[in-house]
């Protein structure tokens, strides 16, 4: 069981505008928010679930990896899963988006857009984090564009919901280098989910074994050798990338919560160092905003204390994610 039956005659537009319906912070029917889920799969999600998909759990999980580079903590872009994959149609003029948003709105009832966050002007990452961004359109008209996202400026967005004119996406997708729309297609074709789970826990496992955790250490070894100066101007960036980083464990912790996870994998010692693991880069997002709000303070050996206990989890969870049957 899977996918249901398509919201009653319901454009996306009035499903996510219902009463105390938008709003990201907080946990969905499935328990997914922002919390756990990045950009792309928010919007996503809202699309599956308009389609009647039932198990958004087994679509979203992936497995782990980890890179970095200097003071910048990265881990891959995540995919779909269940048999749904993501149609991207890469365009960066800025005359012919508007035609195929249009177009594909048209099409489909909803349009999902990328591009770069860094120049687009109704954003809150606008000229502060270069990263991949993605929104869900969920109105056109002549004017413009109404948006569900959960980095909107102000000045556009009400919430997570927003009107933005299409003078204001033309002047913003002129600077773009990388970006275009998609659509969600595909959900038939399910695989055994036993089998798909253990894919993810032996790809996590190769991944973080084999340079993950090293990458993570460095990771650890730049933020404690740093100097202050570099290391202060950072931390707006840090929240960020932690804050992203750690959204798949979140991801995972639910998927165990809920019993998404199948019950042959259920055992207690990687469910034990994944607690603590979610537990500890909790307490680091908790440093890093506390140090963001004095400045003037050095919570330096504070958060390297955090992050070298956070390594010692990771390194506990992954080693007894090894010793599941099958792997």
């Keep these: 069981m899977g996918i249901g039956d398509q919201t009653q005659g319901k454009s996306l537009l009035l499903t996510l505008t219902e009463p105390s319906r938008m709003d990201w912070r907080f946990k969905d029917r499935f328990g997914l928010s922002e919390k756990t889920l990045d950009c792309r799969q928010l919007a996503v999600n809202e699309v599956l679930k308009w389609k009647g998909e039932t198990e958004p759990l087994r679509v979203f999980l992936n497995a782990f990896d980890c890179t970095h580079s200097g003071l910048k903590l990265r881990r891959s872009a995540p995919e779909l899963g269940a048999g749904w994959q993501l149609d991207m149609q890469q365009e960066l003029d800025a005359e012919r988006i508007r035609r195929k948003i249009i177009e594909t709105f048209c099409r489909e009832g909803y349009c999902l857009i990328y591009y770069q966050a860094y120049h687009a002007s109704f954003l809150k990452y606008w000229h502060a984090h270069d990263v991949e961004h993605w929104s869900l359109v969920i109105g056109c008209d002549e004017g413009g564009i109404t948006l569900a996202d959960e980095a909107g400026a102000p000045d556009f ?31 038939s074709d399910r695989g055994d989910w036993d089998i798909e789970f253990l894919s993810l ?17 460095s990771f650890v070894q730049a933020v404690s050798g740093a100097p202050l100066d570099e290391l202060i101007p950072s931390l707006e960036q840090l929240e960020f990338d932690i804050h992203y980083f750690r959204k798949l464990r ?19 010692e990687w469910v034990e160092e994944l607690f603590y693991v979610c537990k500890c880069w909790s307490l680091i997002m908790g440093v890093v905003m506390k140090w963001k709000r004095q400045p003037e303070r050095d919570y330096r050996l504070k958060l390297v204390d955090y992050l070298h206990q956070t390594w010692r989890n990771e390194q506990r969870l992954f080693e007894s994610m090894a010793s599941l049957p099958g792997l």
């Design 157 to 187: 967005f009400r919430g997570h919901i927003g009107f933005v004119p299409w003078a204001v996406i033309f002047d913003s997708w002129q600077l773009m280098s990388a970006g275009g729309i998609a659509t969600v297609t595909g959900g």
């Design 250 to 268: 979140e991801l995972w912790q639910l998927a165990v919560q809920q019993s998404v996870v199948p019950g042959r994998f259920m055992q207690p």
């Design 201 to 217: 826990v032996r790809q996590s496992v190769n991944h973080m074994r084999g340079g993950g955790l090293a990458c993570l250490h």
